[in-house]
T-cell receptor, first 114, second 111 residues
Framework: GAGVSQSPRYKVTKRGQDVALRCDPISGHVSLYWYRQALGQGPEFLTY????????KSGLPNDRFSAERPEGSISTLTIQRTEQRDSAMYRC????????????FGEGSRLTVL | QKEVEQNSGPLSVPEGAIASLNCTYSDRGSQSFFWYRQYSGKSPELIMSIYSNGDKEDGRFTAQLNKASQYVSLLIRDSQPSDSATYLC???????????FGAGTQVVVTP
């Protein structure tokens, strides 16, 4: 596609359930980033990949959060045993260059944990 | 703790005036600096990038960088109501991957 595509756009789940958020970056983009954004706050870094390699996962809040990008394209962010505090907008971004390039953001996946 | 700090605002600016936004960062080794604009309910979009000390102008926008003071700013000249948005400062700390964002400054341009 022309832009970064995220799915689902909205997800409502019950506490304790697992959720998987998908990101399809712009074709050919090397780097893929996951951010979490609370209302009124800036994007909070979670993790990023260059190709299929996870370069930095220091922003993942705890071990319930994981991400993968097995073929260097589509990425999945998985949250296990969701908690209410996980409710947020999860944003994916990609860039064609490592480090200094422009981040292109998807529309985000809004997660609500009841 | 590596941080990017911005005044949260809101910054109220009369139409036609200059909006001045500030950002400080803690990691002296940071290499790349960006300003993103985010309209309410939308995703951030890049408006300016700057990599070396000094000023960089693009239309009505001017970014200023002072690495010694660890300070980056954005000026919006001839502010328009369409400039009303949240402006996010982003810093690339590692020179090769991780982008850290500030909390954003909300700008409201009043007719």
């Amino acid at each position: 596609g022309a832009g970064v595509s995220q799915s689902p756009r909205y997800k409502v789940t019950k506490r304790g359930q697992d959720v998987a958020l998908r990101c399809d970056p712009i074709s050919g983009h090397v780097s893929l980033y996951w951010y979490r954004q609370a209302l009124g706050q800036g994007p909070e870094f979670l993790t990023y990949f260059n190709y299929e390699a996870q370069q930095d996962k220091s922003g993942l809040p705890n071990d319930r959060f994981s991400a993968e990008r097995p073929e260097g394209s589509i990425s999945t962010l998985t949250i296990q045993r969701t908690e209410q505090r996980d409710s947020a907008m999860y944003r994916c971004a990609s860039t064609s260059e490592t480090g200094t390039g422009e981040l292109f953001f998807g529309e985000g996946s809004r997660l609500t944990v009841l | 703790q590596k941080e990017v700090e911005q005044n949260s605002g809101p910054l109220s600016v009369p139409e036609g005036a200059i909006a001045s936004l500030n950002c400080t960062y803690s990691d002296r080794g940071s290499q790349s600096f960006f300003w993103y604009r985010q309209y309410s309910g939308k995703s951030p979009e890049l408006i300016m990038s700057i990599y070396s000390n000094g000023d960089k102008e693009d239309g009505r926008f001017t970014a200023q960088l002072n690495k010694a003071s660890q300070y980056v700013s954005l000026l919006i000249r001839d502010s328009q109501p369409s400039d009303s948005a949240t402006y996010l400062c982003a810093v690339n700390e590692d020179s090769w991957g991780k982008f850290q964002f500030g909390a954003g400054t909300q700008v409201v341009v009043t007719p």
